[in-house]
């Protein structure tokens, strides 16, 4: 990543290559961590290309969550704690034309922030500025929110995905019934609507991304690998390290809710209530698992 003749567009696999290392040998690779850091650092006050950019933030996001304290203290020694953390909070807070977000736009990206900045709570106070701490929390709710938000959507999105191919795929018995139909009368307008609406939606997404003129056309939307923290769940580990928080340290806990505004009061409220349903939603899904591997064996 460090060689200047290489494309950002090229480089791309690199960082996909150290979040692999990262969450797969969590405790076992401390030594790489700094060097890692360094290409990343390196390329990131280069790099022009928005995707890129997200890619090797999140190689950052990947060393705090392996080892928040390892990582920090890499970062301060390497004098550049300050220049990331600025960086990567604007990055969270730059939108597109459209209106959206313009970085960190997959789930999956979203996710290693959220595990990322949510490990760097569970420092202990004199490692992070009471300031820095407030920054850090309420950039976590915002994420764990708009990661709530994208996952109703594409779920939602299946669904509809779904419906449609349901829907094309009775188009040819329904070409079949046709000539019947038109010879006893039957009017097939209704079903020319139908399509029409398909199409008409089709366009509108179209035109939607050609009006984000800003948009990276490098950006590709790999959620189908798998990753070791594909069974960890953003709301349920936010939850769990704030409870430690409560314990372990119950006035810097006081001093970091109770600073929040109204809005990101009632955000952190929904929060804890959605991580609540995740743990049983998530207990639920084990118990049937495991009652399924038991019949599985009769």
Known sequence: MTDKNIEDHDIEPAPKLIEAVLQNCKGRVDQWVEPYLRITIDRLRRTEKKYLKDLLIEVIANALYYNPHLTLNILQKLAVATEVFN???????EVKKSGQKANFRREHDKKVCILGLTSLLSLPSELLPEESLRQIFRAVLDLLVAYKEQVAETAKNNEDEDDDMDAWKTDDDEEEEDDSDKEMGVDTEDGDEVDSQRLHKLATQ???????DDSDDDFSDDEEFQSPIDNVDPFVFFSEIM??????????FQILTQSLDFHYQAVANAVAHHAEERRVEIEKEKAEKAASGVVGKQ
């Open 87 to 93: 960086l990567w909070f604007h990055m969270l807070q």
């Open 243 to 252: 409870k430690v928080m409560s314990v372990s340290d119950l006035r810097r």
């Open 206 to 212: 179209v035109h939607a991304g050609d009006e984000d």
